[in-house]
Structures are given as C-alpha cells and as structure tokens.
C-alpha cells in the first residue's frame, strides 16, 4: 500500500476525530465557541453596514448550520481523495463516499445524545449530508473536467 493512500486515510480520520472532539463540548461551551465566531462576524459587518441592526442569536444559529455543512463538505473532500488513492473512481467514489459521511453524520448525531445539554438532530444530518454530498461533488466534477481536457 502506498504512502499516499494510508495518509489520505489518516487524514480522513483526523477529520473525523475534529468533528468528534467538538461534538464532545457541552452545550454551553460549543454555544459559547460559536457564539465567539458570531460576534467576530457581526462586527465585521457592522465595520462596513454601520447602521445594520443584527441579532446575533439568529446569526449564531446560521453560523452554527454552517459549520456542520463546511466541516462536512471538507469531509467529503477527503473521503474523495482517500478514495481516488485507493484507485476508486467515478460514481462508485461518490456512493461510498456519500456511505461513509453519512453514517459518520448519523453516529455523530447519536454520540450527542450522551453529551450534556445536546442532542440528536435529524435536521443536523441533513445538513452534515448535504454538506459531504456537495464537496465529494464537487471533486467528481473536477476529475470529471480534468478527464475530458486530456
């Protein structure tokens, strides 16, 4: 097996453990790293839109959806390039990789049933779908494209 495959690997369950350790926060502590972004993003905003009246608790919901579709997005990427080093391609790449983060999105939501203060969100693993579904796409595509222009 080649050095490149088993690190591709390596990375995709470093990313894993990322999600997971934020998934292990309490309520309270992941609510006040989120809320911390927000307030970052909100002043940015402001810097520019001074007269702009935003509330953040809405804005930390959206930056908390967010950050489930991105850190699901990145892992599907990844899954992706672990799969292509591992000489899995096309259509047969995405469904595994689509396999893969989702049970990871769903057992992800289920570990939040024993951490204080959260909880199982179906609406959660939509999103964490969604997000791996438009990054492995996005990865198809391009080999896709890269494909054809040779």
């Known amino acids: 097996m080649s050095k490149k ?7 995709v369950l470093l990313w894993m453990l990322l999600i997971f350790h934020l998934s ?6 992941s609510n006040q790293l989120s809320t911390g972004i927000t307030r ?9 839109l001074p007269d702009t009246d935003i509330d953040i ?9 967010n950050a ?3 850190a699901y997005l990145v892992l599907g990427v990844l899954v992706m390039n672990a799969l292509r080093r591992s000489e899995v391609y096309g259509f047969r790449a995405l469904a595994i990789a689509l396999g893969i983060c989702v049970v990871y ?4 939501e289920v570990h939040q049933l024993f951490v204080p203060g959260r909880g199982a969100q179906v609406k959660d693993v939509i999103i964490d779908s969604l997000g791996a579904m438009v990054g492995a796409g996005l990865v198809l595509l391009k080999q896709s494209y890269k494909n054809q222009t040779q």
């Open 24 to 29: 292990s926060q309490a309520a309270e502590d």
């Open 105 to 108: 999105a769903i057992s992800d």
């Open 68 to 70: 489930h579709f991105a």
């Open 57 to 65: 608790g809405s804005v930390n919901h959206i930056v908390r959806k």
């Open 5 to 11: 495959r088993i690190l591709s690997w390596i990375v």
């Open 40 to 48: 970052v993003v909100v002043q940015t905003v402001e810097r520019f």
